[in-house]
């Protein structure tokens, strides 16, 4: 007989799982709360114009690649795949710019611009990435931590790879220039990461995106969760939309789940369940506590959790093709570490920001109307342990944040503004369940890191298994889509 698994949310994480298990002969359903699939890649669509929610940056592409492989197909068939050069255009506070992409010739030049001694520097510092590549990302991202000796073997390696440094400490051993320091050390920022407090194994990130690229989907990343549902439901799968997860059901005398009770009462068996909601949020409010012994309330309250995110979506009836601006843009403030501090160590509002801007249309113009433009500018901001009221900052934030970018980057802003929508940290609270409204959950510090982050099977009970971006490896599409590789091997495992 199949064995039934329920996926609870429709994230990359979940669909990714869900079409590995389905190829594999399980009978899978799909729970989502939400009214469209796609979990923090869900796509707003208004007058005419497509904003993509959340990931805008597509980068291992051989992992989407491999989901279709799977089932006999090709990704080429569901979706394109478009290459992003440059792969970021990174902006000083004073506005002069610096591009890079996978091209050496290419980032010395710019280098040369800013510090030439500087050119040796990021040879050697791209030069030791690729050890920490090879063992971060390739051995360990789809490598199953579940036993501390998982750990252990692992562990001289990390010393080896001066694990223990922070980015940015890792980054300032080669790197002289400040801002250059700042180029080359924010990746921990898309992940969830503060540079200055994460591992420097995540330095990997600029040497992953050389090896394989930038990408966007053609039709926005919602395009690509649009392919996944058809190549899911292809493969016999079951999605169900507007149907949130009230509680897991426990078998405690066996320590195993049982299924999932809805808010309307529906009750759904399984053998297996498969959380793509957040790991904190999954343990804190759909378990009750007296079935947790490790994950207890207090425990999860002292982890350390990712900032949150404040999006501006935002669409003009000009193009502004002759703007500074490239596909993929970040916006540095006269401030970093002292910035980074008033977010994840003070948690407080500061007044300035960095920001993160992202021009889709200057790739695929069919995400707006004819002769208009798309934008979605990012600030990270604190996650909700602290003291920001948002119900009464969001309006003057994101006001302060279009009057900066007018006043900059898009002249005429508002008066060509003809949509906008925006999400705060209370979204990600209450809409995408997640603990503090953190925009990547679990922080990538050291001593949260592999078998130390929660385990992608639980610790509390054997059948409940965790893909996403608060497990193994992490967050990030290349992280979540590679949690759904290790909760696949560790279901075969057990079979």
Same mark, same amino acid.
Request: aromatic share 14%.
């Given at each position: 007989?199949?064995? #039934?698994?329920?996926?609870?949310?429709?994230?990359?994480?979940?669909?990714?799982?869900?079409?590995?298990?389905?190829?594999?002969?399980?009978?899978?359903?799909?729970?989502?709360?939400?009214?469209?699939?796609?979990? $923090?890649?869900?796509?707003?669509?208004?007058?005419?114009?497509?904003?993509?929610?959340?990931?805008?940056?597509?980068?291992?592409?051989?992992?989407?690649?491999?989901?279709?492989?799977?089932?006999?197909?090709?990704?080429?068939?569901?979706?394109?795949?478009?290459?992003?050069?440059?792969?970021?255009?990174?902006?000083?506070?004073?506005?002069?710019?610096?591009?890079?992409?996978?091209?050496?010739?290419?980032?010395?030049?710019?280098?040369?611009?800013?510090?030439?001694?500087?050119?040796?520097?990021?040879?050697?510092? *791209?030069?030791?990435?690729?050890?920490?590549?090879?063992?971060?990302?390739?051995?360990?991202? @789809?490598?199953?931590?579940? =036993?501390?000796?998982?750990?252990?073997?692992?562990?001289?390696?990390?010393?080896?790879?001066?694990?223990?440094?922070?980015?940015?400490?890792?980054?300032?051993?080669?790197?002289?220039?400040?801002?250059?320091?700042?180029?080359?050390?924010?990746?921990?920022?898309? +992940?969830?990461?503060?540079?200055? @407090?994460?591992?420097?194994?995540?330095?990997?990130?600029?040497?992953?995106?050389?090896?394989?690229?930038?990408?966007?989907?053609?039709?926005?990343?919602?395009?690509?969760?649009?392919?996944?549902?058809?190549?899911?439901?292809?493969?016999?799968?079951?999605?169900?939309?507007?149907?949130?997860?009230?509680?897991?059901?426990?078998?405690?005398?066996?320590?195993?789940?049982?299924?999932?009770?809805?808010?309307?009462?529906?009750? *759904?068996?399984?053998?297996?369940?498969?959380?793509?909601?957040?790991?904190?949020?999954?343990?804190?409010?759909?378990?009750?506590?007296?079935?947790? $012994?490790?994950?207890?309330?207090? $425990?999860?309250?002292?982890?350390?959790?990712?900032?949150?995110?404040?999006? +501006?979506?935002?669409?003009?009836?000009?193009?502004?093709?002759?703007?500074?601006?490239?596909?993929?843009?970040? +916006?540095?403030?006269?401030?970093?570490?002292?910035?980074?501090?008033?977010?994840?160590?003070?948690?407080?509002?500061?007044?300035?920001?960095?920001?993160?801007?992202?021009?889709?249309?200057?790739? @695929?113009?069919?995400?707006?109307?004819?002769?208009?433009?798309?934008?979605?500018?990012?600030?990270?901001?604190? =996650?909700?342990?602290?003291?920001?009221?948002?119900?009464?900052?969001?309006?003057?934030?994101?006001?302060?944040?279009?009057?900066?970018?007018?006043?900059?980057?898009?002249?005429?802003?508002?008066?060509?503004?003809?949509?906008? =929508?925006?999400? @705060?940290?209370?979204?990600?609270?209450?809409?995408?369940? #997640?603990?503090?409204?953190?925009?990547?959950?679990?922080?990538?510090?050291?001593?949260?890191?592999?078998?130390?982050?929660?385990?992608?099977?639980?610790?509390?009970?054997?059948?409940?298994?965790?893909?996403?971006?608060?497990?193994?490896?992490?967050?990030?599409?290349?992280?979540?889509?590679?949690?759904?590789?290790?909760?696949?091997?560790?279901?075969?495992?057990?079979?």
């Amino acid at each position: 007989m199949l064995k #039934s698994v329920i996926v609870i949310g429709s994230g990359f994480g979940g669909l990714a799982v869900a079409i590995r298990l389905a190829a594999r002969g399980f009978r899978v359903t799909i729970l989502e709360k939400r009214d469209k699939p796609g979990g $923090r890649a869900y796509v707003y669509e208004l007058d005419g114009f497509k904003f993509d929610g959340g990931p805008t940056v597509i980068t291992a592409p051989f992992l989407f690649d491999e989901l279709f492989e799977l089932a006999g197909r090709k990704r080429e068939d569901y979706v394109t795949f478009v290459p992003v050069n440059p792969f970021y255009r990174i902006f000083d506070p004073e506005g002069r710019a610096f591009d890079y992409n996978n091209q050496n010739d290419f980032i010395y030049a710019n280098i040369e611009r800013w510090n030439p001694a500087d050119k040796e520097g990021y040879r050697r510092f *791209l030069e030791s990435t690729q050890p920490i590549f090879q063992k971060g990302f390739l051995e360990l991202a @789809d490598k199953p931590f579940t =036993h501390l000796t998982d750990m252990l073997k692992v562990a001289p390696d990390l010393v080896r790879l001066r694990s223990y440094l922070s980015v940015y400490q890792y980054v300032s051993r080669f790197i002289q220039n400040d801002f250059l320091r700042q180029v080359f050390s924010f990746h921990p920022l898309l +992940i969830g990461g503060n540079p200055f @407090d994460s591992s420097s194994i995540y330095a990997m990130i600029h040497y992953l995106e050389r090896e394989w690229g930038v990408y966007f989907a053609l039709g926005g990343t919602g395009a690509l969760v649009t392919a996944l549902v058809r190549l899911f439901e292809e493969l016999g799968g079951t999605l169900v939309l507007n149907a949130e997860v009230d509680q897991i059901l426990v078998d405690e005398r066996r320590r195993q789940v049982r299924g999932v009770r809805l808010k309307d009462g529906t009750i *759904l068996p399984a053998d297996i369940v498969v959380s793509n909601a957040d790991v904190a949020f999954t343990y804190r409010y759909l378990i009750p506590e007296a079935h947790r $012994r490790k994950y207890t309330n207090r $425990r999860l309250e002292r982890m350390r959790y990712s900032m949150s995110l404040f999006v +501006i979506y935002f669409g003009t009836q000009r193009r502004y093709l002759d703007s500074r601006l490239a596909h993929h843009n970040i +916006i540095l403030g006269p401030r970093y570490k002292g910035l980074l501090d008033d977010i994840f160590k003070h948690k407080v509002l500061a007044e300035d920001f960095s920001l993160y801007l992202h021009m889709p249309t200057i790739t @695929d113009p069919s995400l707006a109307p004819e002769g208009h433009e798309a934008f979605y500018v990012l600030s990270p901001v604190p =996650h909700l342990g602290g003291n920001v009221n948002w119900e009464e900052t969001a309006e003057p934030y994101k006001n302060r944040i279009l009057e900066f970018l007018e006043a900059n980057y898009l002249p005429g802003l508002r008066e060509n503004l003809v949509v906008e =929508h925006y999400i @705060d940290p209370l979204h990600f609270r209450d809409v995408l369940n #997640s603990y503090l409204g953190s925009a990547f959950s679990v922080e990538p510090i050291l001593t949260q890191s592999a078998w130390f982050r929660p385990h992608n099977q639980s610790e509390e009970f054997s059948n409940l298994y965790f893909v996403g971006a608060g497990t193994h490896p992490g967050a990030g599409l290349p992280g979540v889509v590679s949690s759904a590789k290790v909760v696949e091997k560790l279901i075969l495992q057990s079979r």
